[in-house]
């Protein structure tokens, strides 16, 4: 299994322009999970999916940011407009019964620098 | 949020000796998880242990957690300059979906 796959890696935009960070979970997982992670902050929540569906949208930190998962095997993360506190790193990670239901495995993370 | 807090922040030890890494929770959980962060790179899981456990080893892992006291350790024997990374707690305290993570604590072995 390739594990959770996250694109792009890096991105570095301007202030105002629109990102969207895009994520591939691992097969047969019913969990996807968004994070992210800066100096400051530590490692925080932002959204969760189950099945499909958003469950716990708390963590969004505001409406410049919105998630969505299309299928089982596919969701994004936009940021609209972007500002210089975004720059963070954002992860991605998913669950399954195939991992052991609490394990969570991580994506190799998005890097993002607003300018 | 964060809720975990990690102790010490960052250690440098000598390969070969032991490390040991704490954690401290706010509310009851039903399981704490162990996550490695190699620079540059997503977390990896190392290791869980249910809150009617006292202590789990796997390989060169110890993780104990004390209930009573809201705290686990990590220790890491022998260590190598490949365990070279951040370690951070995890908790279910935030809902039995949710993790919650410390802050981290950074490990660094000297060859």
């Known amino acids: 299994d390739a594990g959770v796959i996250q694109s792009p890696r890096h991105e570095v935009t301007e202030m105002g322009q629109e990102v969207t960070l895009r994520c591939k979970p691992i097969?047969?997982?019913?969990?996807l999970f968004w994070y992210r992670q800066t100096m400051m902050r530590g490692l925080e929540l932002l959204i969760y999916?189950?099945?499909?569906?958003?469950?716990?949208d708390s963590g969004m930190p505001e409406d410049r940011f919105s998630a969505k998962m299309p299928n089982a095997s596919f969701s994004t993360l936009k940021i609209q407009p972007s500002e210089p506190r975004d720059s963070a790193v954002y992860f991605c990670?998913?669950?399954?019964?195939?991992?052991?239901?609490?394990?969570?495995?991580f994506g190799p993370g998005t890097r993002l620098l607003v300018l | 949020s964060q809720q975990g807090e990690e102790d010490p922040q960052a250690l440098s030890i000598q390969e070969g000796e032991n490390a040991t890494m704490n954690c401290s929770y706010k509310?009851?959980?039903?399981?704490l998880q162990w996550y490695r962060q190699n620079s540059g790179r997503g977390l990896v899981h190392l290791i869980l242990?249910?809150?009617?456990?006292r202590e789990k080893h796997s390989g060169r892992l110890r993780v104990t957690l004390d209930t009573s006291k809201k705290s686990s350790s990590l220790l890491i024997t022998a260590s190598r300059a490949a365990d070279t990374a951040s370690y951070f707690c995890?908790?279910?305290?935030?809902?039995?979906?949710?993790?919650?993570f410390g802050q981290g604590t950074r490990l660094t072995i000297n060859p």
């Open positions: 990670a998913s669950r399954g019964l195939a991992g052991g239901m609490e394990t969570q495995y």
């Open positions: 995890a908790t279910d305290e935030g809902g039995a979906q949710k993790l919650v």
């Open positions: 999916f189950n099945n499909n569906v958003p469950i716990d």
């Open positions: 509310t009851s959980i039903n399981n």
């Open positions: 242990i249910r809150s009617n456990e």
């Open positions: 097969s047969g997982h019913d969990y």
